[in-house]
Structure formats: structure tokens, C-alpha cells
């Protein structure tokens, strides 16, 4: 089973809302990402979790905030968002962080649209 | 700094076979990735290659590296309508601890 679940499929927030995203993973990964996927255009890398602790934060503002509860779950907390912030957000797994097992498994992801 | 760079568009009739291309500039790289995103979905990963094989087939894919021009190939044969979609190729090395570095993407079309 190479299957990462994400959870809502589309979201549509106003810039006040908090809203959630999840993520899920049974593969026994214990590195978790999250990335940002504009239109025609390659993921961007967000937040690395590897064994539930934050190791990468790809300098993005506040208005995200991940939290990683055991190792196959991964959120990513959603406040006072910006227009710009309307992306596919997908989340990936993989054995490990770095070297012969950080192959990456993705999510079908979830489409966010702040208005 | 790591640079992954793809051709942006491949055209193809169905049957034939196709050939994307992907140059990567970083020496380093231990793992070389191609992922297929369909329309509104994620990426699904394709197959990877190690950075000390030349050559890697399955079924209908077969994945070239050249380590010394540092460009790598992925051969779809006998392409099919399903197969239309956005390939990205993307590079990871064990010192980025997770990082990957994806190309922009390739977006084949298979006319019938």
C-alpha cells in the first residue's frame, strides 16, 4: 500500500477563516511533507517533518502552520489567508528524510481557494 | 545551487513511443525521480533511478542517465491517450535531508 490520504478534496476559506488540512499515511513513513502547487507549475516545498519533528521550514509565513501529531498523521493549520495563498496543497510521505529512502510518495492533494 | 531543467511541451501520436528529456546540473544527486500529475490530481511517482545505474526498464518505461552530461531521459513506449499529462523530473540528494528539487514539467499530448 503506497497510498497517502488527504483530506478535504477542496476547501474554500475567507481571509478571516481558520480552517485544517490532513493528512494520512499508513506506509510507516516517518518523514512527512508538505508541498504548494500553483497552476502548471512544479510543487514547492513547504514544511519536512522526519520522526514528528519539524526539520525543514521553507521560510513560509505564519499564516500556515504545520503540526505533525504521531507519525502518520501531518496538519497543516490554515489563518487569515491571502488570495495568493489559492493553490493545490499536496502532502508526501517517505521512509525517511535524506538518502536511499526519501523517495517521496504523494497525495491526491486538496485544492484551496480563498476569496 | 541544484537546477532541474525540462523541456515545457511534447506532442505524440498514440502507438508511438516518447521521450522526455531532463538535464540536472547538481553532481551529487543520489536519486533522480520521474512523477506523472494528471489534471487536478497529485503526482504519482512514476519510477526513480539511482544515481549509480545507467539504465532502468519497466514494462512500458524505461529511464536512461547519462551521469556525465547529467541528463536523463524517460521512454514511454507505445503511448497511449492515458498517458497525456504533465511529467516532472526531479532530483534528490542525501545532504538535502528531504528536499527535492523538481523541473518544471513536461506536458505531453497524445493525439489519437
Known amino acids: 500500500d503506497t497510498e497517502v490520504t488527504q483530506t478535504p478534496k477542496h476547501l474554500v476559506m475567507g481571509m478571516t477563516n481558520k480552517k485544517s488540512l490532513k493528512c494520512e499515511q499508513h506506509m510507516g513513513h516517518r518523514a512527512m511533507y508538505w508541498y504548494k502547487q500553483k497552476a502548471k507549475k512544479p510543487p514547492e516545498l513547504m514544511f519536512v517533518y522526519s520522526y514528528e519533528k519539524l526539520s525543514i521550514n521553507e521560510s513560509v509565513p505564519s499564516r500556515f502552520s504545520p503540526e505533525c501529531p504521531n507519525s502518520s498523521l501531518l496538519n497543516l493549520h490554515l489563518h487569515a489567508l491571502q488570495p495568493e495563498d489559492s493553490a493545490l496543497y499536496l502532502c508526501a510521505s517517505s521512509q525517511d528524510a535524506g538518502g536511499r529512502t526519501d523517495t517521496q510518495y504523494f497525495g491526491p492533494g486538496t485544492r484551496l481557494t480563498v476569496l | 545551487g541544484e537546477d532541474v531543467e525540462q523541456s515545457l511541451f511534447l506532442s505524440v501520436r498514440e502507438g508511438d513511443s516518447s521521450v522526455i528529456n531532463c538535464t540536472y546540473t547538481d553532481s551529487s544527486s543520489t536519486y533522480l525521480y520521474w512523477y506523472k500529475q494528471e489534471p487536478g490530481a497529485g503526482l504519482q511517482l512514476l519510477t526513480y533511478?539511482?544515481?549509480?545505474?545507467d539504465m532502468k526498464q519497466d514494462q512500458r518505461l524505461t529511464v536512461l542517465l547519462n551521469k556525465k552530461d547529467k541528463h536523463l531521459s524517460l521512454r514511454i513506449a507505445d503511448t497511449q491517450t492515458g498517458d497525456s499529462a504533465i511529467y516532472f523530473c526531479?532530483?534528490?540528494?542525501?545532504?538535502?535531508?528531504?528536499?527535492?528539487?523538481f523541473g518544471d514539467g513536461t506536458t505531453l499530448t497524445v493525439k489519437p
Open positions: 533511478i539511482f544515481s549509480n545505474m
Open positions: 526531479a532530483e534528490s540528494m542525501r545532504a538535502n535531508a528531504g528536499k527535492s528539487t
